[in-house]
């Protein structure tokens, strides 16, 4: 039942403060003096290398004490625990995240934890993590566990497109597959409580279409953008939609079946090589064959996501032999009882997600016969 508890306050909810622009790092000093002077950095090996380092120490010349924390890689309860007692040695009284969104989670959740405040600095625009008062938890194996709810949203989000210009053009392209759910699942449960418990507002719908709207007119060109490691108009509108308008988006709009099938095929030990939003943009179109999205609506999501290189097909998605029982153990895990699935106000049963997941991939290899469309050479 998408509103059972009778919800009939509007809500709408943010980051205090959201800087976007190229060498935006530099200013990182500036930007959070406020927090205070002693934090802990979390952040990968990888990402330490290309960013950490430095902005360590512009820190430090800024009079910062800043502990670097190396993240293990999954945003996992062990993890979060790990490094919240660090923080909590350390006298911390913010949280740094520099890196993506398993980091971010990460980050947010250990703030939550140690009751600090915590500034995101996403190195890529693949998710809408940046933005939001919640985190995704795996198990230290991979597999979807749970969400995790906060009490307030990230203070800042500083995003430097030059450094996010600089990753590969995968993580972007992963970033419009999570932004491109956001109309898509949003526009199907606004009768339904958002993540901060209250009924979408007016301002959540229009975010949700100008980011489904920028997406469309600027992705391909923001993708050979990045490709070309060069800061663009068109990069700094998608890295916008992916980062903020998405982040706004899905957590005062609402989720629905394109991330609770995504949850779902966390199962299958195939696709822990994918990013989020490519095991999304398959959900999308598992959620417009819910929707009963006429064939044209469908072709026009389709098209898009296959310019920007994401899978719409088991085989694009690495399993083209996949199994009957995995799927139906994806479509089982999708229709959990605490799942976004049923914010949707249609009938769901795992036989139907299922056969929703089948029709999916079957869609859009049509599609791809119909169009004459070509996977691209390495």
Not at 22 to 27: E, T
Not at 30 to 54: F, N, Q, T
Not at 102 to 114: E, L
Not at 360 to 369: G, L, N, V
Request: hydrophobic share 45%; aromatic share 6%; charged share 20%.
């Amino acid at each position: 039942m998408p509103n059972k508890n009778n919800v009939t306050e509007s809500l709408f909810q943010s980051p205090s403060k959201y800087i976007q622009g190229p060498n935006a790092i530099k200013n990182a000093g500036k930007y959070l003096a406020p927090l205070g002077k002693k934090a802990i950095l979390i952040s990968d090996d990888l990402v330490h290398k290309l960013a950490g380092v430095s902005l360590i120490e512009a820190l430090v010349a800024s009079d910062f004490d800043v502990q670097r924390v190396a993240f293990n890689g999954e945003a996992s309860a062990q993890e979060i625990a790990r490094i919240g007692a660090i923080g909590q040695q350390h006298g911390s009284q913010f949280v740094i995240a520099l890196g993506g969104g398993k980091t971010i989670d990460t980050a947010k959740a250990v703030a939550d934890r140690i009751g600090v405040d915590v500034a995101v600095l996403p190195t890529t625009a693949s998710t809408d993590a940046p933005c939001s008062a919640l985190s995704v938890i795996y198990t230290p194996n991979g597999e979807f566990e749970r969400y995790s709810f906060f009490n307030k949203n990230p203070t800042i989000v500083l995003v430097d497109t030059t450094t996010v210009a600089k990753a590969p053009a995968r993580f972007l392209a992963s970033g419009m597959g999570d932004a491109l759910a956001t109309n898509v699942e949003a526009r199907r449960v606004g009768s339904s409580p958002n993540f901060g418990g209250g009924l979408p507002t007016q301002v959540s719908s229009a975010i949700c279409a100008k980011c489904e709207e920028i997406l469309f007119t600027y992705g391909a060109q923001a993708y050979e953008a990045c490709k070309a490691n060069v800061v663009t108009p068109a990069l700094e509108a998608v890295v916008e939609a992916n980062t903020l308008h998405s982040g706004l988006g899905f957590e005062s709009g609402g989720l629905a079946a394109a991330h609770a099938i995504h949850d779902g095929m966390t199962a299958i030990h195939e696709l822990h090589n994918l990013l989020h939003g490519e095991k999304v943009a398959f959900g999308i179109v598992c959620q417009l064959i819910l929707d009963k999205a006429p064939t044209a609506e469908l072709d026009r999501y389709i098209a898009f996501m296959l310019s920007v290189d994401l899978p719409v097909t088991f085989e694009l998605l690495g399993i083209p032999n996949v199994k009957e029982k995995e799927l139906r153990q994806v479509a089982a895990l999708a229709c959990a009882p605490e799942e976004t699935i049923w914010t949707l106000d249609i009938v769901i049963s795992p036989e139907i997600v299922y056969n929703a997941i089948v029709g999916a991939d079957a869609a859009s290899r049509d599609y791809i016969r119909r169009s004459g469309w070509k996977k691209p050479t390495a």
